[in-house]
């Protein structure tokens, strides 16, 4: 016998929510201090005094007093148990009606197809089947969408699972843009709080870079206040003095090397003065840079969390001017590296176009990750008539757009 409460306990919520095979960190309780913007409320189901079913649900005022619901990677339950599937829906409805909402918007983490690139791409053998209980109880499935402004969350993207995470088996470029950060002195230093300034201002710079709005210093701080033990951050940074010293000594040994060389020494000496230009303007980069920031400049950095398994890599930036050390390459192999020993299995990068075809995936595929394509949105229609209505001016809306 199924039983339908209100206000589930956050911790037993997130307990349930850990262990289950749909486990995301958007629908752990403390993201509802993330968006504080929203209104929310812990729903589930109970089977003989067991919860069986969970859902945090954001609630999003609308004109005239009405609502729309969104539980976001939710909500968490069987979906091949179309009983629990269909009671869950039918309070979530009833639910919906005390908050006057137009609809239940939910893009469950329901796996379509996982592939590494160059794979054939295989359609789970169960997803067809959650999809039909879905719609079969009452759901209007927004389809099999490819780009990533089509949906509210990304219906793929890259995931690193711990088994694949193995520095040996990356390939031969990899290895060496990771040697190239390590050799040229770029160091990663792991911290919380502390880092969100230093943080926001690469995310600036990424966002200049970009010419896309990302988020401020107070978006951070909030992710780690709402995350005290599972949030971090990871800066990439550069000793110039450090760096400028050892090139300055280059250029001593240089001077000294051609000084030393015989007049047939053509090519070598074609080389060694080749060699000068290049550290000349080096030396003098370092030395400007060291005059503007002082001794160390960060050049890179992530923000992560920890949620059950599961990681979320959130946020990542990097000073463009610093691009040839490979600050990057390090900088996200070290925060995976953290995620998988703070007991996640795995990492996600982030989202994907569907094409597959972005610079995105080319960064991210170095590290072995496999390719997620979830199902996508779901519509539960609370007021039937009003949500027609609104779906219809959001997709004229999009359009104009």
């Given at each position: 016998m199924?039983?339908?409460?209100?206000?589930i306990?956050?911790?037993a919520h997130?307990?349930?929510?850990?262990?289950?095979?749909?486990a995301?960190?958007?629908?752990?309780?403390?993201?509802?201090?993330?968006?504080?913007?929203?209104?929310?409320?812990i729903?589930?189901?109970?089977?003989?005094?067991?919860?069986?079913?969970?859902?945090?649900?954001?609630?999003?005022?609308?004109?005239?007093?009405?609502?729309?619901l969104?539980?976001?990677?939710?909500?968490?339950?069987?979906y091949l148990?179309?009983?629990?599937?269909h009671?869950?829906?039918?309070?979530?409805k009833?639910?919906?009606?005390?908050?006057?909402?137009?609809?239940?918007?939910?893009?469950?983490?329901?796996h379509?197809?996982?592939?590494?690139v160059?794979?054939?791409?295989?359609?789970?053998?169960?997803?067809?089947?959650?999809?039909?209980?879905?719609?079969s109880?009452?759901?209007?499935?927004?389809?099999?969408?490819?780009?990533?402004?089509e949906t509210?969350q990304?219906?793929?993207?890259?995931?690193?699972?711990?088994?694949?995470?193995?520095?040996?088996?990356?390939?031969?470029?990899?290895?060496?843009?990771?040697?190239?950060?390590?050799?040229?002195?770029?160091?990663?230093?792991?911290?919380?709080?502390?880092?969100?300034?230093?943080?926001a201002?690469?995310?600036?710079?990424?966002?200049?870079r970009?010419?896309?709005?990302?988020?401020?210093?107070?978006?951070?701080?909030?992710?780690?206040n709402?995350?005290?033990?599972?949030?971090?951050?990871?800066?990439?940074?550069?000793?110039?003095?450090e760096?400028?010293?050892?090139?300055?000594?280059?250029?001593?040994?240089?001077?000294?090397?051609?000084?030393?060389?015989?007049?047939?020494?053509v090519?070598?000496?074609?080389?060694?003065?080749?060699?000068?230009?290049?550290?000349?303007?080096?030396?003098?980069?370092?030395?400007?840079?060291?005059?503007?920031?002082?001794?160390?400049?960060?050049i890179a950095?992530?923000?992560?969390?920890?949620?059950?398994?599961?990681?979320?890599?959130?946020?990542?930036?990097?000073?463009?001017s610093?691009?040839?050390?490979?600050?990057?390459?390090?900088?996200?192999?070290?925060?995976?590296?953290?995620?998988?020993?703070?007991?996640a299995?795995?990492?996600?990068?982030?989202?994907?176009?569907?094409?597959?075809?972005?610079?995105?995936?080319?960064?991210?595929?170095?590290?072995?990750?496999?390719i997620?394509?979830?199902?996508?949105?779901?519509?539960?229609?609370?007021?039937?008539l009003?949500?027609?209505?609104?779906?219809?001016?959001?997709?004229?809306?999009?359009?104009?757009?």
């Open positions: 199924y039983e339908f409460k209100i206000n306990d956050e911790q997130d307990a349930f929510v850990k262990t289950s095979p749909y995301n960190l958007l629908q752990s309780s403390a993201w509802a201090k993330v968006k504080d913007n929203w209104g929310h409320v729903v589930g189901v109970y089977e003989d005094g067991k919860l069986v079913a969970s859902a945090l649900v954001l609630i999003k005022t609308l004109p005239l007093g009405l609502t729309m969104y539980t976001p990677r939710g909500a968490i339950m069987d148990n179309r009983p629990l599937v009671f869950f829906m039918e309070n979530l009833k639910y919906g009606k005390t908050k006057k909402a137009l609809f239940l918007k939910m893009d469950p983490t329901i379509y197809r996982d592939f590494h160059g794979e054939d791409q295989v359609i789970n053998g169960e997803a067809e089947k959650k999809i039909q209980t879905l719609i109880c009452g759901a209007k499935w927004q389809g099999l969408t490819m780009a990533m402004d509210i990304p219906r793929f993207q890259a995931n690193v699972y711990k088994e694949d995470f193995d520095e040996e088996s990356f390939t031969k470029k990899t290895r060496q843009m990771l040697r190239t950060a390590r050799n040229k002195g770029v160091k990663v230093r792991l911290g919380g709080k502390e880092f969100i300034p230093e943080f201002q690469i995310m600036e710079k990424t966002s200049e970009k010419h896309i709005a990302l988020r401020q210093k107070e978006y951070f701080e909030k992710l780690l709402a995350y005290p033990e599972d949030a971090f951050i990871m800066l990439a940074e550069l000793n110039l003095k760096l400028f010293e050892a090139t300055k000594k280059r250029y001593d040994d240089n001077e000294t090397a051609l000084a030393k060389l015989k007049e047939n020494q090519k070598k000496r074609h080389n060694l003065e080749e060699l000068r230009t290049s550290l000349i303007r080096e030396v003098n980069e370092l030395e400007e840079k060291m005059n503007q920031f002082g001794d160390t400049v960060v950095g992530t923000l992560s969390i920890v949620f059950g398994k599961t990681s979320e890599i959130l946020y990542a930036g990097m000073d463009e610093y691009k040839r050390y490979m600050p990057a390459y390090l900088t996200w192999f070290e925060t995976i590296k953290e995620c998988f020993n703070r007991g299995e795995t990492s996600n990068m982030g989202g994907l176009e569907g094409t597959l075809n972005d610079g995105l995936l080319q960064f991210k595929n170095n590290f072995l990750p496999t997620e394509e979830f199902a996508g949105e779901f519509d539960l229609p609370i007021n039937k009003l949500f027609s209505m609104s779906e219809y001016f959001y997709k004229l809306r999009k359009k104009k757009h």
